[in-house]
């Protein structure tokens, strides 16, 4: 509130919890005892954009090389294969058994 009114009006870059930053040109400053923490003294906008971005993305994205928890399909795959392969072997071996036995 108050400390941005103390700024001459650029262009500001809001966050959340009324966390501020002032682009000025090629500058970012921190504005107001939040943004302080943050962020020290003034940076270069190349400089705060991947700062400003690790910060907006949610800790429960993953990466693009997690893929997460494993699939059990191939394994349910095999499974079911391989019951179909000794249900049928099965059925063929009695089919073939001696009569009266």
Do not use: C, M
Not at 1 to 22: K, N, Q, T
Not at 31 to 58: H, M, Y
Request: glycine fraction near 10%; proline fraction near 8%.
């Amino acid at each position: 509130g108050a400390a941005i009114l103390s700024y001459p009006a650029d262009r500001f870059v809001l966050e959340e919890d009324d966390v501020v930053f002032r682009l000025s040109g090629e500058w970012v400053s921190p504005v107001g005892a939040d943004a302080t923490e943050l962020l020290a003294g003034r940076i270069q906008v190349g400089d705060f954009q991947p700062f400003l971005a690790s910060r907006l993305i949610p800790d429960e994205v993953p990466e693009a090389g997690d893929e997460g928890e494993p699939s059990l399909a191939p394994v349910l795959g095999a499974a079911l294969l391989l019951g179909g392969i000794l249900a049928i072997a099965a059925l063929l071996a009695w089919s073939r058994r001696p009569e009266g036995t």
